[in-house]
C-alpha cells in the first residue's frame, strides 16, 4: 500500500499539471476541475501513504521504472516510502491543496489561471518527487522542475515590467547556484558509483565528502535564498500570493532542507561544509529579520520573514551533533509551512477586500473581519514562536540542536545558537509591528469588507491552516520523524522572555501610532525596502565586471581573431578579382604563347642548373 501511494503522490499532481495544460486555453472551468480534483487526491495519496508506512513500520525503496547503467555507473531511480517523506509529502500535499483553492477564487478574473494552476501542479509535483526520492538523480530532476516553475509563477503577470525583472533575477541566481548542485550530485554519484541514497551514504561512512558537499550547500543556499544569494527572494513577491505561499511555505525554498537531511550522515563528517552552512545561515537568519521589521510592504515583510526562518531550519543541520540527526531541521521544515501558508492566504484575502498590500494601505484592515483577524493573530503567534504553537515547537528543537552542539564543543554551534537567539527577539519584534499595523483601531474602515466575495473554500482552508498551526507541535509526541534530542526547560525560558520582552518593547515604542518602525526606522525606509543597496551591491560587483568581460571578449573576437579571418578573405578576393581581369583582357594566341615562354624558362633555367 505504502508503495502504490508513494508513487501516485508524484503520479497525480504531474498528470493534472498535463491535463490543465491541455485545458488551460479554452476551456477554464474544466482547468480548474482538474486543479482543484488532483491537489485533493494528491492530498489523499500523502495520508494513504503516512498512515500506510506508520501502519507497517517498513520502510521500503520504491522501483519506477527500469533503472539505467552508464557505464560502471548505476541509475536506479528509486523512490521511498519512509516515515519523515512521508509526513513532508502530507504536509506539501496540504499546502498544495489549500494554494489550489484559494487561487481558483483569487485569480477568478486572471485570464491565464489556467496555466497558473496547471504550474502549480507541476511544481507540487517537482517538490514531491524531491521528496520521494531516494535517488539523486530523480532528486536533480524535481530540483530543476522547481526551478523552472517559480520562474512561471513569479513572472506569471508577465505584461507588468517589474514580475519579468523579479521572475528572471530569480532564474539567474537560483541558475547561477545550481551550477554547484549538478556538480556535488556527479561527485557524490561518481564516488559510489551509484546515484542511489544508500549507495552514497554507506560509500562515505566515516570520510569527509568535502567538494561534494560544498558545492551542493551552494546550490541549497542558493535555492533557498541564503546570503549572498538572497536578493531574488523578497522581489518574488511580483507574483501572485498563492504563488508566494507555495514557493515560501513547503516547496522551494525549503527543499534543499530535505535534500541536506536525506545526505545527513554525510555532512555531519564535513566540518568545511557544515562550517559554510553556519555561518551563511547565521548572517541570514538575523541580516532578514533586521530588514522584515523595516519593510513597508507587509508582503515583502513575510518574504524577508521566510529568509530567516529557512536559515533557522539549515542552521539545525549544520550544528546537530551526529546521533541526533536532521529531525530537528525537517520538523520546524513541517512548522512553518503551515503558518506561512496561513499568513501569506491570510495577506492575500485581506489584500483584496483593503486594495493592497502595502502597510499604509493595510493599516486597520483587520478589524471587522471575524475570520482573518483570528487566523493573523495565530499565524503571527506561530511565527514569533509563542507556546504553544508549533512554531514554538519547532523552534525549541532547533535551538536545543544548536546547545547541544556546543556542547559538543562546535564553535560553530556558538554562533548559530546567538544568531537564532538574536533572531528570536526579531522575530517577535516584526510580528508585534505587522499586527500593530494590521489591528490599528485609528484606521479601522469595517466597510471594507463588504466587499469580501471569499467563497466557502477559501474559508475552509484559512481555518484548517490555523488549526495545524495550533496543533501541529503535537507531531512530536509520534515517531513519525524520530527526534532524539529535547529541548531544555532554560532554553524555553529565556525564548519567552526574549519574545515577551521584544514585543513589549515594540508595543511600547508605537505609544500612540500604530506602526513602530518610522520612530526606528525613520527616513530609511527606501533602504530597508531595497534590501540595504543589495541590488546595487550585485550590479558594482557582478554585473558591471561580467559586462565589461563580455564586451572585452567581443572586441577581441571581433578586431583580432576575426580580423586575420578576414584579411585573408579580402586578398584572396582581390586577388581573384585582378586575375580574373587580367584573364578577361588577354587573347588565347598571347596566353598561349607566354605559356610556352613559361615552359622554355623552366627547360632553361633546369639545364643552368644542371
Known amino acids: 500500500m505504502s508503495a502504490l501511494a508513494a508513487r501516485l503522490v508524484v503520479l497525480v499532481p504531474a498528470v493534472a499539471a498535463l491535463l490543465g495544460l491541455l485545458l488551460a486555453r479554452r476551456q477554464v472551468r474544466q482547468a480548474r476541475n482538474v486543479a482543484l480534483a488532483g491537489s485533493g487526491l494528491m492530498l489523499v495519496a500523502a495520508v494513504l501513504e503516512l498512515v500506510a508506512v506508520h501502519t507497517s513500520g517498513a520502510e521500503l525503496q520504491v522501483h519506477t521504472v527500469p533503472g539505467l547503467d552508464a557505464g560502471e555507473l548505476r541509475i536506479p531511480l528509486l523512490l521511498q516510502a519512509t516515515a519523515a517523506p512521508a509526513l513532508v509529502a502530507t504536509v506539501v500535499g496540504t499546502v498544495g491543496w489549500a494554494v489550489q483553492v484559494f487561487a481558483a477564487w483569487y485569480l477568478r478574473s486572471d485570464d491565464r489561471y489556467g496555466v497558473f494552476a496547471a504550474t502549480v501542479s507541476l511544481f507540487c509535483a517537482g517538490m514531491l518527487l524531491v521528496v520521494q526520492s531516494a535517488d539523486l538523480v530523480l532528486t536533480l530532476v524535481g530540483w530543476e522542475v522547481m526551478g523552472w516553475c517559480s520562474y512561471l509563477l513569479i513572472g506569471h503577470w508577465s505584461r507588468r515590467e517589474s514580475a519579468r525583472r523579479a521572475a528572471f533575477k530569480a532564474f539567474l541566481v537560483t541558475r547561477f547556484a545550481d551550477v554547484g548542485f549538478v556538480l556535488g550530485v556527479v561527485l557524490l554519484a561518481a564516488h559510489a558509483s551509484s546515484s542511489a541514497y544508500a549507495a552514497v551514504l554507506s560509500s562515505y561512512a566515516g570520510q569527509p565528502a568535502t567538494w561534494p558537499m560544498l558545492l551542493l550547500v551552494v546550490g541549497v543556499m542558493g535555492k533557498s535564498g541564503m546570503v549572498p544569494f538572497h536578493d531574488w527572494l523578497p522581489d518574488a513577491m511580483e507574483g501572485p500570493t498563492p504563488a508566494s505561499a507555495l514557493i515560501h511555505a513547503a516547496t522551494m525554498v525549503a527543499a534543499g532542507t530535505f535534500v541536506l537531511a536525506q545526505l545527513f550522515d554525510v555532512l555531519a563528517a564535513d566540518g568545511a561544509a557544515r562550517w559554510l552552512l553556519a555561518l551563511t545561515t547565521s548572517v541570514t537568519m538575523v541580516w532578514a529579520a533586521v530588514l522584515a521589521f523595516g519593510q513597508s510592504d507587509l508582503k515583502r515583510l513575510l518574504a524577508y520573514s521566510t529568509l530567516s526562518q529557512v536559515a533557522l531550519m539549515l542552521s539545525a543541520l549544520a550544528v546537530a551533533p551526529a546521533d541526533e540527526g536532521p529531525a530537528a531541521g525537517t520538523l520546524h521544515l513541517y512548522s512553518h509551512a503551515f503558518f506561512k501558508a496561513l499568513l501569506f492566504l491570510a495577506i492575500g484575502w485581506l489584500s483584496v477586500t483593503v486594495g493592497g498590500t502595502a502597510a499604509a494601505t493595510m493599516r486597520g484592515g483587520l478589524r471587522g473581519h471575524l475570520l482573518i483577524r483570528p487566523a493573523m493573530f495565530v499565524g503571527l503567534l506561530a511565527l514569533a514562536g509563542v507556546p504553544p504553537l508549533t512554531g514554538f515547537v519547532s523552534k525549541e528543537y532547533v535551538l536545543a540542536a544548536a546547545e547541544a552542539g556546543a556542547g559538543d564543543g562546535q564553535a560553530r554551534a556558538w554562533v548559530v545558537l546567538l544568531a537564532g537567539l538574536l533572531t ?67 532554553m524555553a525560558v529565556v525564548s519567552v522572555l526574549l519574545v515577551v520582552g521584544a514585543a513589549v518593547g515594540v508595543r511600547r515604542l508605537a505609544r500612540t501610532q500604530a506602526d513602530p518602525a518610522p520612530r526606528l526606522v525613520g527616513t530609511r525606509t527606501a533602504l530597508f525596502d531595497n534590501g540595504f543597496g543589495a541590488d546595487r551591491l550585485y550590479v558594482a560587483a557582478v554585473a558591471r565586471p561580467v559586462l565589461a568581460l563580455a564586451r572585452l571578449v567581443v572586441v577581441l573576437d571581433r578586431d583580432v581573431v576575426d580580423a586575420y579571418v578576414r584579411g585573408a578573405a579580402l586578398t584572396a578576393s582581390l586577388s581573384g578579382r585582378v586575375g580574373n581581369r587580367a584573364h578577361a583582357r588577354e587573347r588565347a594566341a598571347s596566353g598561349l604563347a607566354w605559356v610556352v615562354a613559361g615552359v622554355v624558362a623552366l627547360v632553361l633555367l633546369g639545364v643552368a642548373v644542371w
Not at 424 to 444: E, F, S
Open 424 to 490: 528570536v527577539a526579531l522575530t517577535a519584534a516584526y510580528c508585534m509591528r505587522a499586527w500593530l499595523v494590521l489591528d490599528d483601531v485609528g484606521a479601522a474602515d469595517v466597510s471594507r469588507h463588504d466587499r469580501d466575495s471569499a467563497t466557502v473554500g477559501v474559508r475552509a482552508v484559512v481555518v484548517v491552516l490555523a488549526v495545524l498551526a495550533v496543533v501541529g507541535g503535537l507531531v512530536v509526541l509520534t515517531p513519525a520523524l524520530r527526534l532524539r534530542g529535547h529541548p531544555s526547560w532554560w
